[in-house]
Every structure is written in structure tokens, then in C-alpha cells.
């Protein structure tokens, strides 16, 4: 396959090599001249296209032509532009019939996890330090490498996950970085967290201890580095008793519908609405339909498409909460002075997208087509199962740790260009075109490429739940936990001291 039209009623073709000019395409509606060197994941036009005309792919416009447009031509920025503006007023919730029911039963289907003492499932048996403020990174980093040599028996690993946060900070700003924190002490893939504070920071220990909540103490040790003599020696002590406690846990068989995966893409290109996001969404209505949950993100990679996600609300309530959300994003550049559509990025251009539109249309496939059933803020976590928005920003690092916050086990992260990034839970990177999976081996996870080389999607997205299953059962690893590659990012919107 060397093309594709997404849509019958599409006025583009996607290729899927490079092409020089006076190639041909051969088409089942005849064949088209093209008129200039396209490159792979790029879109041609099928017909004549007049200045001001809509330009459709996935069957939805993706921006107007701002000149005329030749059939065969290159269709990209230079003569195409986004027909968005800045915030909208949206129609009243109307109820509609979705494809995908969920199953609140206990589903067949297994894997081997973690169960802690509150009821809440791990897929992995790590040791985490968090610490409360940027100050103290590398006294948190020195900590975790000691202890990651000790081996502890049972433990997977021991992390830190180093911010510049905690400090001098006011307001919600200040509570933003608190909940993200928070919900990482409360996540089960740790089975102990040591919480590192320094001691003279606004989210000192006795302050975040208000925002934890109630925890375990043998679960959750703290330590103030500046009231002890030796820090080092100190955080040795408390990361041995985690130890202990942490090798009291053993796998067990778990339904799957304790299962949450986060839902990510960066660096899209041509592909990733129509083999990646497409195979994620797939899997996400399957493990669903087992009663598992699923949670997407990137609010502003939804403007264009969200009244996808409107249309698809469990009820009124959900449905003001996806207004609210988008809205709220959109307010959010304007009350910064920004362009509201400032997106896609230069390599999500250079891979072939050219308007917002574009990519939203294809970033929302991810969600499937199941109803949605909640929509969280910035540093909310999981309540029902199904399918949940997350605000969040489009931002790689801060939009997967949002989602790792959520109580997301796993992150399917999608890319058309490929990153080494992953974020505190495993995080499955999956490349949109079999080129980037072969050369980039110690990045990609799995490769959706497969979907335009002959694979059907059926069995592509089977491959891929069985894989996930694997993953949450501990049998495989992501390339980020074999590199060791965990990192977070916290969004910041207020002042700094």
C-alpha cells in the first residue's frame, strides 16, 4: 500500500512513501499526476480545490484552502489554513446511542497484580521518593541509586521522579503541584513511598500531610532532611523498612477490570490518526468492554474535535463538564495572550499535519467510541470506570504525568517521531509508521505501521491488549523502565516569589 484515502468523501490522499513530482497515484476514481515532491504522511488533493473551500479528511474539514488548489497538488501550510476560532457556545446535551457498553461484571480476563491493603491494585512492586520541593532533587536521586543497587528482594525498582517545584509558589499554583504530588504517594504501583521534604519550603511535610490525607504509615515514611545530621544515612534507613514491607506483596490474579490506562500522543505526524490513535482507540473500547477504564488528555489537541467527545456524554452533566473544560483551556490562552489554534508543533508539521483540526480529528481517536463517563481536573484522579477526560495540557511530560496521577497503571503513548521520554508508569510507546519502530528499537514498544502494511486492526489491537496484559502481569517491560527513563513535570500557571 502506498496510499490511502481515510474517508470516501475526503478531498485529500495521505502517501505513504516519498513522491517526486510527475508520479503517478493510481486511485480506484483513475489515476492523479502529482505536481510537486510530496513526502511520506503528507496529503495530496484528489479534485480541484477553490480558494475558501473546505479541505475534508477523516470526513470533517480540517481548515479552508487559502488559494486554489490543483488536483494533485501538495496540500499543506502554504495553502491551507485553520477555520478555528476562540471560545464557543455549544448545543444543549442531547442523549445518543454509543457503540460500546461496558460490563460491570467481573471479566474473564486476568492479569497478575499487586492488591494492597486498601483495596487498590499495583501492576508493579516499586519504592518511590517524592520529594515535596526542587531543592532537594539530587539528594532524592543519590537516595534512589543507593537503593536501586541494594536489590532489594521483591522490589522492582527504587525511583525518584526530581521537579522544580514546592517552593515559592502561591495559591492554586501551589495546590496544582500538592495534588499531582499527592496522588503520586497515593499510586499502587508503589508499594512504599518515602516522602522527602527539606524543611523551610511552602509545601513542607506537616502542610502536605494535610493534602495525603489519611495514609498508611507503614506504607508512607517522610523525612526532613534539614532536622537530621546525616540525610543520606537517614533515608537509607526509612528506604530498607519500605523494602520490607514492599516484599510482603505477591502477585495474584486480578480482573482486568481493575486495569486504568492513560491515553497519550506526541510528535504525530501523517499516520497517527489512522493507524496509531485508531489502535489505541480500539483497545481502549475492548478493555472497556471488560470493564476496565481509560483516561485522555491533551485538552488542546481536542479544539476542533471536541463535540466528538460532547456527542458521546453519559449525561447532562458530563457534557457541561467537556464545555467547561475545553472552554476553560481556551481561556487560558487568551488570558495569556496566546493564539488560542498555536498548534500543531513544527515536527508534528513536518510529519504532515497542517492544521489543528487535522490533529485533533486524529488525536481523538484514541477515546474509541465509548461513552464518556467523567471529566476530571487538573490533578483528579480515577472514579468510574469507562472512558474519563483529564485536563491536562498537550505538553508531553506534564499531560503524562497528569495522567499517572489520575491512577493510570500504564500510559499508551502514540508518536509519528518517536521519544525516549516515559513517565512514572510504565509507558508504552507506540510508532505510528514501521520506519521509526525499526530504527528506533530501544524507544518503540510496538509498531501500529503494521495497520497500512497489510495487518488487520482486529487482530493488531488482540496483539496489543495480550501485550498490555503481559506488561500489567510484570512478563515484559517498557524501554522506559529498562532505561531506567522516569520523569515528571507539573504544570505551572501563577507567579513565582
Known sequence: MDH?????????VVVLRDYQAGEQLQLDTGSITLLEDVKRGHKVAREDIKNGSPVH??????????????KGAWI??????????????????????????????????????????????????????????????K???????????????????????????????????????????????????????????????????????????DYDPDRVKFLSVQQVSD?????????????????????????????????????????????????????SDKLISHGGST??????????????????????????????????FKD???????????????????????????KSLGCVQKGGFAPVVDVLPYGGRLKKNGLSLLQGPGNDLVSVTALAASGAHIVLFTTGRGTPFGGPVPTVKMSTNTPLFERKKNWIDFNAGELVQGKKMEDVSEELLDYVLDLASGDVRTHNEKHGFKEIALFKDGVIL
Open 57 to 70: 479528511k477523516y470526513g470533517f474539514p480540517i481548515g479552508f484552502a487559502t488559494t486554489d488548489i490543483k
Open 332 to 358: 487560558y490562552f487568551i488570558r495569556h495572550d496566546q493564539v488560542v489554534y498555536e498548534n500543531p508543533s513544527p515536527g508534528n508539521k513536518e510529519g504532515g499535519i497542517t492544521t489543528l483540526e487535522e
Open 139 to 213: 539528594t532524592a536521586e543519590v537516595l534512589a541509586r543507593q537503593g536501586d543497587k541494594m536489590n532489594f528482594e521483591g522490589v522492582d525498582a527504587v525511583s525518584h521522579f526530581p521537579h522544580p517545584f514546592g517552593c515559592s509558589q502561591l495559591g492554586d499554583d501551589l495546590q496544582a503541584t500538592q495534588k499531582i504530588l499527592s496522588n503520586l504517594v497515593a499510586h499502587p504501583n508503589a508499594a512504599g513511598v518515602l516522602v522527602l521534604g527539606l524543611g523551610c519550603e511552602n509545601n513542607y511535610i506537616d502542610a502536605f500531610k494535610q493534602v495525603i490525607g
Open 231 to 283: 540525610e543520606l544515612e537517614a533515608g537509607m534507613d526509612l528506604i530498607e523498612e519500605l523494602a520490607t514491607y514492599a516484599a510482603t506483596f505477591k502477585r495474584e490474579a486480578v480482573p482486568v477490570s481493575k486495569l486504568k490506562v492513560g491515553l497519550k500522543c506526541g510528535g504525530s505526524d501523517g499516520l497517527s490518526g489512522i493507524t496509531a490513535n485508531p489502535l489505541v482507540g480500539t483497545f
Open 295 to 328: 483516561v485522555l488528555t491533551e485538552v488542546p489537541e481536542m479544539f476542533g474535535a471536541e463535540t466528538i467527545l460532547m456527542d458521546r456524554a453519559a449525561d447532562e452533566e458530563v457534557f457541561t463538564g467537556i464545555v467547561d473544560m475545553v472552554n476553560g
Open 4 to 12: 490511502i484515502i481515510v474517508n470516501e468523501h475526503d478531498h485529500v
Open 76 to 137: 499543506h501550510t502554504h495553502n491551507i489554513k485553520t477555520t478555528l476560532e476562540g471560545t464557543l457556545n455549544y448545543n444543549t446535551f442531547t442523549p445518543n446511542e454509543v457503540a460500546v457498553s461496558t460490563s460491570e461484571q467481573v471479566s474473564p480476563k486476568t492479569f497478575q497484580g499487586y492488591v494492597r491493603k486498601n483495596g487498590d491494585v499495583g501492576i508493579r512492586n516499586e519504592i518511590w521518593i517524592v520529594n515535596t520541593v526542587g531543592c532537594i532533587n
